[in-house]
């Protein structure tokens, strides 16, 4: 008897186990017959919560079909689910797309008085966040807060990730600064979410929204930088400027703990491209020469940014050189380096050469683009081979490839500078004809174009051929708007005197030009002299296993407080793109201050300057070197220092344009002393001299009959890789002529035949100057052999 009881036990249960087996699939197959309206009466069910969990896993159901057997059991039946059934059905409804279910599953939930787990929330997170559903994930971590969810660091990660990938970066920006404000460091975000986050907002040029981040990141014990963060964070911080802030991350990565964190190649490469940008390429050089030994070696990223840093700064014999190295060590040049490469040359005057590097670029194979092709058609015009580049811009239109708007913009910037503007409006004309938006920077040069000829009654003409589209008519009503806005009475007596009051004399430029980092030259100055003093000091500071010792020593002397903004910058102005009228706001101010400026009007300028300036909008670099050429071309010297020392105040960095018109006001003023120091600084600061800069320089120093280093300056032209000009060449005649160094001038004539530099009006009027002093020397000559021979 004892042994048939748990025979009898077992037979019971095998019973059980039928019936429960033949309950499921009955009730399986009228859900996916008929659904539940021909389910049983609910009182005649034992459904216990394995019943329905075998049910609900059932997968030859649908899942509707199991949402609504959940909902009826739910109804009808009075079955509080458990966690299991509802974490089950969640996960159903978020794999089948039934999104529009879960908010009144989880309403439902927290009736019960149930949570389920975080693998289930996160489950329906990456749901929500798939379809683009970023409010209803968000409405999910509130849920999770009220009924108490765990919440742990991988569901924020991977919400996070999703959130900027799929471009919502404010909302994840809210996430994780929420996070790090809750001060627990066992929910910050790791480092892949986190440099997520702060690529997005590099790319997006979110400057005060990355450094809010960086900052509550670095505040956070719990949150640790790795090799990728600290290179993220060292290039924004660079492309923005922030010098000293790049360099205390380099120097923190070498004096980390830990093993996984130090300076690699994408390292290297992106301080040598902050380097670049702010204008300190022979650094970046020397870094460079650093890497090579450092057991990293440069790949094509690091010679691409060399190429463009030195083609930039005009530095083109180093550019071809790091060119030349880049191919023996194995690296094909691709589409960008060679544009660079050939945009530098064209600058330098140096056409042939850019032209047989052309040839080179097709001979090899690399596909030239659209850009490449600007390039050309812009360097040609710009050095005075407009036929070629009109020709080569024909057969380009011909082929029906490589030309998009902004070759035509160069084409009708070289009419309206010619004087061709119906040309021009028929270039504009086929530019809608093909397609190509006609965006702000062609409008400007018609319409500067159209101003110089005194044509303002064509803009009826210019608004018929631009049809689409209402950027003519949002110019001209801006136009409208600022003229009558300047109708307004002057709120001062004289503009520039009040708008820009001089603070002490022009003379006293050198210390005033480096106003915003005066302090950071102290602290060089102190360091140089604590280097020369003390060598024992330098050996114990200096790590002597470095290697890179150089970017240590610049790591060591900047400070970040004294870089928030760089001094001298490479960077040129961006190209205005079609906007529409959000664009009109310091562009089309620079184009007409340009224009009041360009006929003297400078009273009518300071005004423009001055309204805009009241509304709040920034000027830029373009802005103020604007002002202060046209103040110095007046001899209103005072003023135009009152412009460079707002432009200190204002942060915003100087350029090579700036320096120019600075050399150039000291020449007028016959300083050529202080126009050599300001070339000293400049240098010093990481400058270069471009062929404007040289021709200034040049005619300072001719003009105070300093010869001999007028000699020395053209010699440092042609060995720092740029060809001179016409205007170069007209310089040195004249001054050699006006010093009485007839030979001299004689030899630059024929040097600049030679080069094949065409003569302009100029050249006539000095040659004639040329002629009239050989005459009169040969006069002089023959009076004194005439009186010889009379003394004989």
């Not at 397609?435 to 062609?442: E, N, P, R, S």
């Amino acid at each position: 008897m004892r042994h048939g009881r748990p025979f009898l036990v077992k037979e019971q249960r095998s019973a059980s186990q039928l019936g429960d087996i033949l309950l499921v699939a009955s009730i399986t197959k009228t859900l996916s017959s008929s659904g539940t309206r021909n389910l049983p009466d609910p009182h005649t069910l034992s459904l216990s919560e394995p019943l329905l969990l075998q049910i609900l896993r059932a997968q030859s159901l649908q899942p509707s079909k199991k949402l609504d057997f959940f909902k009826w059991c739910s109804l009808t039946h009075n079955i509080k689910h458990s966690t299991r059934t509802y974490s089950h059905i969640l996960c159903t409804a978020s794999r089948a797309g039934f999104l529009h279910e879960v908010p009144h599953l989880l309403h439902s939930m927290k009736e019960d008085g149930v949570v389920v787990d975080s693998q289930t929330f996160k489950a329906l997170l990456d749901a929500f966040i798939r379809s683009g559903k970023f409010d209803y994930a968000l409405e999910i971590l509130d849920i999770m807060e009220e009924v108490g969810a765990s919440l742990n660091t991988d569901m924020y990660n991977s919400v996070l990730v999703a959130l900027v990938r799929k471009n919502q970066v404010g909302l994840a920006m809210s996430i994780l600064l929420k996070l790090l404000e809750g001060g627990c460091s066992t929910q910050v975000p790791n480092s892949i979410a986190s440099n997520e986050l702060l690529v997005a907002l590099r790319k997006a040029d979110m400057r005060v929204e990355f450094k809010q981040v960086f900052d509550k990141l670095r505040e956070n014990k719990g949150f640790e930088m790795d090799n990728w963060g600290y290179n993220i964070c060292i290039h924004a911080f660079g492309c923005w400027g922030d010098l000293g802030t790049s360099l205390s991350l380099f120097k923190e990565m070498k004096d980390s703990n830990l093993e996984s964190v130090g300076p690699d190649l994408p390292t290297y490469n992106s301080l040598i491209h902050v380097l670049c940008l702010v204008g300190k390429v022979n650094d970046a050089l020397t870094v460079w020469e650093e890497l090579k030994g450092s057991g990293h070696e440069p790949d094509a990223i690091t010679y691409r940014i060399l190429i463009q840093g030195c083609c930039k700064s005009y530095r083109i014999d180093e550019a071809t050189n790091i060119f030349s190295q880049m191919q023996l060590n194995g690296y094909i040049p691709d589409t960008i380096v060679y544009n660079s490469l050939l945009d530098g040359l064209f600058k330098a005057r140096k056409v042939n050469d850019g032209c047989h590097l052309f040839e080179k670029m097709v001979q090899n194979g690399v596909r030239a683009s659209t850009w490449t092709y600007n390039i050309l058609v812009d360097g040609l015009f710009k050095n005075g081979r407009a036929e070629a580049a009109y020709t080569l811009f024909c057969d380009l239109k011909k082929k029906g490839q490589f030309v998009d708007g902004v070759t035509y913009s160069i084409v009708v910037l070289q009419h309206c500078k010619e004087g061709l503007l119906e040309k021009a409006l028929g270039l504009v004309e086929e530019m809608e004809r093909r397609g190509f938006a006609v965006d702000l920077v062609t409008i400007s040069s018609l319409l500067i174009g159209l101003y110089k000829e005194g044509r303002w009654d064509w803009t009826d003409k210019l608004m018929k051929h631009i049809r689409n589209g209402n950027l003519v008519p949002s110019v001209l009503k801006w136009k409208a708007d600022m003229e009558a806005s300047m109708k307004t009475p002057q709120s001062s007596r004289k503009d520039y005197t009040q708008l820009f009051p001089s603070k002490g004399g022009f003379s006293e430029i050198m210390s005033l030009i480096n106003s915003a980092n005066s302090t950071m030259d102290a602290d060089l100055d102190s360091e140089d002299a604590r280097v020369k003093d003390d060598d024992k000091n330098v050996s114990t500071d200096t790590d002597q296993w470095s290697s890179s010792p150089y970017m240590d020593q610049l790591a060591n002397q900047l400070k970040p407080v004294d870089h928030s903004s760089q001094l001298f910058s490479l960077s040129r102005g961006r190209r205005v793109q079609d906007k529409g009228e959000s664009s009109f706001d310091i562009d089309m101010v620079n184009t007409f201050l340009s224009l009041f400026l360009a006929k003297g009007k400078l009273s009518l300028a300071c005004k423009l300057f001055e309204i805009f300036s009241d509304l709040g909008e920034n000027p830029v670099s373009y802005t103020y070197n604007s002002m202060m050429s046209s103040f110095v071309k007046k001899g209103y010297f005072n003023e135009a220092w009152g412009v460079l020392n707002e432009m200190g105040e204002k942060v915003c960095p100087t350029d090579i344009a700036t320096y120019n018109v600075i050399i150039q006001g000291l020449g007028k003023m016959g300083r050529a002393d202080l126009a050599s120091c300001v070339l000293d600084k400049l240098m010093k600061q990481g400058g270069y001299l471009d062929v404007v800069m040289y021709n200034t320089l040049i005619n300072a120093l001719g003009k105070a009959s300093r010869i001999d280093e007028v000699n020395k300056l053209f010699e440092q032209m042609k060995s720092s890789g740029i060809n001179p000009d016409v205007v170069t060449f007209n310089t040195l005649i004249e001054v050699h002529s006006k010093a009485g160094r007839l030979k001299d001038a004689y030899k630059f004539l024929k040097m600049m035949l030679d080069a094949g530099c065409s003569p302009n009006h100029v050249t006539d009027t000095t040659l004639d100057f040329l002629g009239k002093e050989i005459e009169k020397l040969r006069y002089q000559k023959a009076s004194m052999v005439r009186n010889k021979d009379d003394f004989r």
